[in-house]
């Protein structure tokens, strides 16, 4: 069982479609944060979240980490083919620095 | 700013036979990161390190793979001998240490496939 549960595994999408992607655990986090990763290439961080209940916008890519600080959302709003790929959530409960399993997005033109 | 290099970007070994990764972090950064990544699947932390210190190695498979981070700036990953399993990407990653955000910098990876 993963400390960090990401919803959905999988997400194809047609280009214009929003979504929203889901980072779950029953532990508490001082911090998460979001990467996108492309094919061939390492994680590229996008934000950090610290704050119970903070939303962070970035242009359409919103942000919002849970109130008890277990669970943080990512919402994409009209999506773009530039927008696929692998989104990460990240963390460290206590001292062990973990990753989700990944939500993979494929938006079609 | 150079981001986070790192060598070969691919490698293909037999199996049994030993191999070695190279990082070099972005200049300043004092905590490295070497993960695991298999196909479709989040990276795996194989070893942390602040400066020259293995702070969090527990997830490292001791009895084949070895680390070190001579002078607290670049970091070699080794396996040996390697085993068919061991296929994956290999990430590093480096941090400011910074109140606990690890807010990482990744390089490309290295393929490595064991035959």
């Known amino acids: 069982t993963q400390l960090l549960e990401q919803s959905p595994q999988f997400l194809s999408i047609q280009e214009g479609e929003n979504l929203t992607v889901y980072c779950n655990s029953s532990s508490v986090f001082s911090s998460l944060q979001w990467y996108r990763q492309e094919p061939g290439e390492g994680p590229v961080l996008l934000v950090t979240?610290?704050?119970?209940?903070e939303v962070k916008k970035l242009k359409r890519l919103t942000f919002q980490f849970g109130d008890a600080r277990k669970d943080s959302s990512l919402h994409i709003t009209a999506a773009q083919t530039g927008d696929t790929g692998l989104y990460l959530c990240?963390?460290?409960?206590?001292?062990?620095?973990?990753f989700g399993g990944g939500t993979r997005l494929m938006v079609k033109p | 700013e150079a981001g986070v290099v790192q060598s070969p970007r691919y490698k293909i070994i037999e199996k049994k036979q030993p191999v070695a990764f190279w990082c070099n972090p972005i200049?300043?950064?004092?905590?490295l990161y070497w993960y695991l990544q298999n196909l479709g699947q989040g990276p795996e932390l194989l070893i942390r390190?602040?400066?020259?210190?293995?702070?969090?190695d527990s997830q490292l498979p001791k009895d084949r793979f070895s680390a070190e981070r001579l002078k607290g700036v670049d970091s070699t990953l080794k396996i040996q001998p390697a085993e068919l399993g061991d296929s994956a990407v290999y990430l590093c990653?480096?941090?400011?240490?910074?109140?606990?955000?690890?807010?990482?910098?990744f390089g490309p990876g290295t393929r490595l496939t064991v035959t």
């Open positions: 990653a480096s941090s400011l240490t910074s109140g606990g955000t690890y807010e990482q910098y």
């Open positions: 200049s300043g950064h004092n905590t």
């Open positions: 979240v610290v704050t119970g209940g």
């Open positions: 390190y602040e400066n020259e210190e293995a702070v969090d």
């Open positions: 990240a963390g460290a409960p206590g001292n062990m620095l973990t």
